[in-house]
């Protein structure tokens, strides 16, 4: 029997990396995925990989908006959500005496207010008994220089995990974080702006302070977030699962 | 095909419980298990309810000589071994003004130095793609009237993982600590009391105690390699307790 036969589940930043591995691991739990992303190109060719049970909306979750046709695509095709996985993130590298306020404000736009209402606006839909999973991240807890305000906004994630679990509780959904440490994904390189050899050396030097000694693959977060996601967790809820190696956790 | 096929697991505090439940979900997942624990009846009647892929071991993990027999078995019958839930442990209600050493030493032995033991026991035989599995507790995040010394153990056990993690670097095996808040075992339910388990059920978010079984399948996963990237986590499976 598999471990999420019939389920329904949203997946945002589904286009590549983690969302990716996740919405293919659900998919051979035996659910049936929405993934969102903001690039219609990579969304296709994820959905191809996928290659079953998937449905693409593009959308930016920083928009409130696209999340309404996000999920107007849901009720339509599926009538309610039994998984959420609010993935979606971004984060630019930026020392405090450099950062502007649009890497400011795109790293709280994209991570906090989009994963907020991302889950705020699934509620109508969401089915009692569902779970939530909220990408925080492993910075949630460190300090790493030039990550502040992306680290800062992974702990909102995480203390919105805390808040849930009581408003949510009566619903019988459980509300979880999951806290990846460095991953093997194209974000470190296409995204924070660092060059390839920058991001190169940036995971050499992660891995070195890693007690597993590597960085971790997208199937193995895939693997933890279908263990939140699935009945197995059905007593975990307000947790910050580390996924991470060891790297925050010694 | 289960997600533990072949693999060789030892479990103490295996007889009943927590421990109990986890040897029928590894068994369940393909797993050959030990399980190690103080009472004979009980072990007897785990073994058979558990069927032919469960032995039982006699001993106390306090005791060294127990635990180097235990490791005996393991390596006679199986040579090998991959996963190890020190799951073993004690704990009584005593306030500060009222603690004896008597109740300390006690604690201690079992919690602590019986994991501590348990596990460096273990290790000659543990091979690349093991893993540890250490029974924590909400208790050890939190603080609970007439806990200090099991708390204090429990903490002492979830910071075990943090270094043996940094320790069995480069070996392949991880370690994490499962804490579990209130749980429905039958030890629980009879010292409880139904009072007591409605006071434990209203306290969790989740607003029940956890069945014993939904302990056990996150021990499956910390013992699968659906959790290759996790080591030196603790793994809360507390209905939110102690997440708030």
């Not at chain 2, 993990?61 to 199986?78: F, G, H, I, P, W």
């Not at chain 2, 804490?179 to 075992?185: D, L, N, R, W, Y």
């Amino acid at each position: 029997m598999k471990k999420l036969e019939g389920k329904i589940a949203v997946i945002t930043g589904g286009s590549s990396g983690i969302g990716l591995a996740t919405a293919k691991r659900f998919v051979e739990e035996g659910a049936h995925v929405v993934i969102t992303g903001r690039r219609e190109k990579e969304l296709k060719e994820a959905a191809a990989l996928i290659e079953r049970n998937v449905t693409t909306v593009v959308g930016d979750v920083s928009r409130l908006e696209d999340l309404d046709r996000l999920y107007a695509v849901v009720k339509e095709k599926y009538g309610h959500i039994d998984i959420l996985f609010a993935n979606a993130g971004a984060g630019t590298i930026a020392p405090l005496a450099m950062a502007t306020e649009a890497h400011f404000d795109q790293t709280f736009d994209v991570n906090v207010k989009g994963l907020f209402f991302t889950v705020q606006k699934a509620l109508p839909l969401f089915k009692d008994g569902g779970s939530i999973i909220l990408t925080s991240s492993v910075s949630n807890v460190l300090g790493l220089p030039g990550f502040s305000a992306y680290a800062a906004s992974k702990a909102a994630v995480r203390n919105f995990a805390r808040a849930w679990t009581m408003e949510l509780k009566d619903r019988k959904i459980r509300v979880n974080c999951v806290s990846p440490g460095p991953i093997d994904t194209p974000a470190l390189a296409t995204t924070t702006g660092l060059t390839a050899e920058q991001a190169k050396q940036a995971a050499a030097q992660f891995a070195s302070q890693i007690p597993m000694g590597r960085s971790g693959k997208p199937e193995e977060i895939a693997a933890a977030v279908t263990f939140l996601a699935s009945d197995e967790s059905s007593f975990i809820t307000g947790v910050d699962l580390a996924v991470d190696g060891g790297m925050a956790q010694v | 095909m289960g997600k533990l096929d072949g693999k060789v697991a030892v479990i103490t505090g295996g007889a009943t419980g927590i421990g109990r439940a986890a040897a029928k979900r590894f068994i369940d997942e393909g797993a050959f298990v030990f399980i190690f624990g103080r009472r004979q009846e009980a072990l007897d009647a785990a073994v058979a309810a558990l069927g032919p892929n469960a032995r039982a071991v006699k001993g106390s993990v306090s005791d060294e000589t127990d635990l180097d027999r235990l490791y005996a078995a393991v390596k006679a019958e199986r040579r090998t071994l991959d996963i190890v839930f020190a799951n073993a442990g004690a704990g009584s209600q005593i306030r500060l003004g009222k603690i004896t050493a008597e109740h300390i030493d006690e604690t201690f032995d079992t919690n602590v130095k019986g994991t501590i033991f348990t596990v460096q026991k273990a290790l000659p035989l543990m091979r690349e793609g093991g893993s540890i599995i250490l029974t924590g507790s909400s208790a050890g995040t939190t603080g609970a009237p007439a806990m200090s010394a099991y708390s204090a153990s429990k903490a002492a056990v979830r910071n075990l993982a943090r270094t043996w993690a940094e320790d069995l670097k480069g070996s392949g095996i991880r370690v994490n600590v499962l804490s579990p808040g209130a749980t429905a075992t039958e030890l629980a339910k009879e010292a409880l009391g139904e009072e007591g388990q409605k006071v434990f059920a209203a306290m969790t978010p989740l607003q029940r105690m956890a069945d014993p079984a939904e302990i056990a399948a996150v021990a499956a996963f910390l013992a699968s390699s659906d959790s290759s990237f996790m080591t030196a986590s603790e793994v809360a499976v507390d209905g939110g307790l102690a997440q708030l």
